[in-house]
């Protein structure tokens, strides 16, 4: 499903991030591990799709993610992967379901309001769906985000450090809601940590180191 060989990026030219090779079959669930700077935002950045110009191989679902168009990437990237990000990049004048609404919208998919209701309800989010962003919990936001990422069933999941403004209870609630999204389409799960409470939970591990 995912494989990375030789990768390296630069955000200048003269210095180099590289990346060890890994491969990441259909419905396996890893932690991406390492020290700050290390580069795993860019890492899920570049197997998101995020990030082009990258030297080495990405490939995703057997396609190389150099050879799409941008727009093509962009609809790649709204199909198949659902991103949660360190900071929600949630929209906090619209509502629940508005935000929730994008996902779909982006990737160009038909709005499916029964699915969105399966899914705040999954999260316990059912009565909040009319409600705007900035009158949520920080909890309740992020669990938004979550929904955002799973709605459109992606075989992918890559969450970036979800869990670490977490006290331990709600993050045992972000791991158990992340393991059952991603069991239920049997998506790939890859969550970027330095949460070391998240080791007892996922037990497959990439490790980066800085260079
Ligand atoms: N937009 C950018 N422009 C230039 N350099 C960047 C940019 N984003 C990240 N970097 C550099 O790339 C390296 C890897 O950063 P990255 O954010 O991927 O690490 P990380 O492991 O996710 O760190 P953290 O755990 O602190 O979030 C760092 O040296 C960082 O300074």
Do not use: W
Not at 39 to 48: A, E, P
Not at 86 to 103: D, F, I, P
Request: charged share 20%; hydrophobic share 40%; aromatic share 6%.
């Amino acid at each position: 499903m995912i494989q990375v060989s030789n990768l390296a990026f630069r955000y200048s030219p003269s210095v180099a991030i590289r990346f060890p090779d890994f491969s990441v079959a259909r419905g396996q669930h890893f932690l991406l591990l390492g020290d700050s700077g290390s580069g795993k935002t860019t890492l899920l950045h570049l197997v998101g799709g995020l990030l082009r110009n990258y030297e080495g191989s990405v490939s995703v679902d057997s396609t190389e993610l150099a050879t799409l168009s941008e727009t093509a990437l962009d609809r790649f990237r709204g199909q198949k992967i659902g991103f949660i990000f360190q900071r929600n990049h949630l929209l906090s004048a619209l509502s629940v379901e508005q935000n929730l609404m994008m996902s779909p919208y982006l990737a160009g998919l038909p709005i499916d309001n029964g699915r969105i209701a399966d899914v705040l309800a999954t999260l316990g989010l059912a009565e909040k769906r009319k409600s705007r962003v900035n009158t949520l919990s920080q909890g309740q936001a992020q669990r938004v985000a979550i929904a955002r990422a799973v709605l459109n069933k992606p075989a992918i999941i890559f969450a970036d450090e979800p869990t670490s403004a977490l006290d331990d209870k709600n993050c045992d609630r972000v791991i158990a809601l992340l393991l059952e999204a991603a069991s239920q389409h049997e998506s790939t799960l890859i969550i970027a940590t330095h949460d070391q409470r998240l080791k007892s939970h996922l037990t497959q591990q990439i490790q980066l180191t800085a260079s």
